[in-house]
């Protein structure tokens, strides 16, 4: 099979980071699997996200904006799983995005919500498609 094997990011401060992350990859299903001084990797089976301190701290503090990763989106479950993950996220360190436009700032078709961090990392958690929910498919 071919898809996504993991994504690796690099933070300024893995404390800081394991805090907002954490939370929101165990929230989605994730599993911790690793843990070291400077990272940690949580599993979803089929991938894995890692979080690691960046061994180049002296560079700029992470910009979405700038060219490079934009954001990583995540499926979240049902539309009530999305609304849910997005309710408790504003405690665990993420700031909400578009919320003027949500659940549909990615489209009328599209039910998303968009969170960021204090450490400027954006997420997307998607949920799914009403098509894919339903057993005629």
């Known amino acids: 099979m071919k898809g996504l094997h993991h994504v690796e990011i690099w933070v300024p401060d893995i404390d800081e980071a394991v805090s907002s992350w954490g939370?929101?990859?165990t929230r989605l299903g994730l599993e911790l699997t690793s843990e070291w001084s400077d990272g940690r990797t949580w599993d979803s089976g089929s991938a894995y996200v890692?979080?690691?301190?960046?061994?180049n701290l002296t560079s700029a503090a992470h910009d979405r904006r700038r060219a490079g990763l934009n954001h990583l989106a995540f499926w979240g479950?049902?539309?009530e799983e999305v609304d849910a993950?997005?309710?408790?996220?504003?405690?665990h360190g993420w700031h909400p995005l578009y919320?003027?436009?949500?659940?549909?700032a990615g489209g009328?078709?599209?039910?998303?919500?968009?969170?960021?961090n204090a450490q400027g990392f954006k997420v997307e958690i998607v949920a799914e498609s009403h098509a894919e929910a339903s057993p005629e498919g």
Not at 50 to 55: E, K, Q, V, W
Not at 85 to 91: G, R
């Open 108 to 116: 009328p078709d599209h039910y998303a919500g968009w969170v960021e």
């Open 23 to 25: 939370w929101l990859l």
């Open 99 to 104: 919320q003027e436009r949500y659940p549909h």
């Open 85 to 91: 993950v997005l309710a408790d996220a504003e405690a």
């Open 50 to 55: 890692t979080l690691t301190t960046s061994p």
């Open 77 to 79: 479950g049902t539309r």
